[in-house]
């Protein structure tokens, strides 16, 4: 079974532009759950989407939206970029919603630079 | 509100002695905890977790970790390093209405030393 992948690598993005970032779920799994990994901090959640609904949300502004599609991938858009975005974001994928049933397994991340 | 605190931000170590890794945690409820490590450039893996039961957990890679209710914690610790374990860890918190999330400590480098 292939694991969670996000792309890109890397970007490169001005302040003020919008972004979106891209996650594809492990095999089976019908949630995903993004965090914001700023240089030195532990990860902090964005938002969850289970079943393609937003299931719960973390102290984000609304310019931070995303989706999840029929497939369960997913995606992280964020406009109106701030330099304060600059961070590493990961997206977790697992069988439910629910940390106490199921695992989170992360994909590799996504680094973005505002400039 | 819960919240987790790691207080060493580094721990430095050489190999084959013992680590041990400190969580602390503030919550009004019932708590998950876990222990997630970080590789160079990859994503979170999990360690271990507790849920509920034993309070000595045991997980991969000879790593363990104690919950300790009266002292909120949840130290993680291996009786012998090696050089590959070189990485950064991670505690994590998930608890009452928000079992749909981690709350992160801020973690913690360990370097282990030949």
Known sequence: ?115 | AQSVTQLDSQVPVFEEAPVELRCNYSSSVSVYLFWYVQYPNQGLQLLLKYLSGSTLVKGINGFEAEFNKSQTSFHLRKPSVHISDTAEYFCAVSAGSGTYKYIFGTGTRLKVLA
Do not use: M
């Not at chain 1, 779920?25 to 019908?30: F, I, Y």
């Not at chain 1, 102290?59 to 369960?72: D, E, V, W």
């Not at chain 1, 629910?98 to 695992?103: D, F, L, V």
């Not at chain 1, 590799?108 to 400039?115: A, D, H, M």
């Open chain 1, 1 to 115: 079974e292939t694991g969670v992948t996000q792309s890109p690598t890397h970007l490169i993005k001005t302040r003020g532009q919008q972004v979106t970032l891209r996650c594809s779920s492990q095999s089976g799994h019908n949630t995903v759950s993004w965090y914001q990994q700023a240089l030195g901090q532990g990860p902090q959640f964005i938002f969850q989407y289970y079943r393609e609904e937003e299931n719960g949300r973390g102290n984000f502004p609304p310019r931070f939206s995303g989706l999840q599609f029929p497939n369960y991938s997913s995606e992280l858009n964020v406009n109106a970029l701030e330099l304060d975005d600059s961070a590493l974001y990961l997206c977790a994928s697992s069988l439910g919603p629910s940390t106490q049933n199921t695992e989170a397994f992360f994909g590799q991340g996504t680094r973005l630079t505002v400039v």
